[in-house]
């Protein structure tokens, strides 16, 4: 997907991104390219496929879900940015906040951040376990959103403390969504979660099946989830 290709999907469901987008977008993966030299931030490093699998990937989200309104996001384990940081480009007044249990990472995007002047972000280097225990982020956020960090079992646990009640999970999964969302039925509804909707479909130029998982919190998560780091992906609900 070249970068005419990426602008014409995304108009295609209503999206019109100005010429300071398109140029954030660039720069996006240019410092991307150069840092990932560095360090392993992805296995993604072609152009077309950079705008396929990370950029418009992450954005999809936007086709089911509005951002238009006054949201704070937490992002879990984005690593290099993704699905929060593309979104933030296409909705700038949407406050996004990011949590990786890396520093590399976390140092790697408070440059990009800087580099592309976006306002509105900030940079956790934390363990998910530990950020969901903190009472200044536990119920805080209106979204959580994570995209291939886990099963959704341990996702649910990490994500879904850190949602106040009345907020939205979205997990951006791969094609096997379906049989995860099966075994975290009971995880979910444990930490006040119930599923809304799962939407299908599948990447431009054949580049695979997606499914996004909404979940809505309905009450507070019980006080001992999250448990300790390590706990969830050893254990899961």
Known sequence: MDLQAFQDHLQTKGITITEKQIQQFEQYYQILVEWNEK?????????????????????????????????????????????????KILYPHVKVTIVDSLQKRITFLNH??????????????????????????????????????????????LCLPLLRTGGTFIAMKGANASGELAQAQ???????????????????????????????KKRKTPKKYPRKPGVPNKHPL
């Open 186 to 216: 009971d995880a979910i509804e444990l930490l006040g979660g119930v599923v809304n909707r799962v939407e299908t479909f599948s990447l431009p130029a054949n580049n695979g099946e997606r499914n996004i998982v909404f979940i809505d």
């Open 39 to 87: 360090m392993n931030l992805t296995a993604i490093t072609e152009k077309e496929e950079v705008y396929a699998k990370h950029f418009y990937d992450s954005v999809t989200a936007a086709f089911y879900f509005d951002f238009t309104n006054d949201l704070h996001l937490c992002d879990v384990g984005a690593g290099a940015g993704f699905p929060s940081l593309p979104l």
């Open 112 to 157: 990009l951040a800087a580099q592309l002047g976006l306002e509105g972000v900030s940079f956790y280097h934390d363990r998910a376990e530990l950020f969901g225990i903190n009472d200044k982020f536990r119920h805080r956020f209106d979204v959580v959103m994570a995209r291939a960090v886990a099963k959704t079992s341990v996702l649910s646990e």
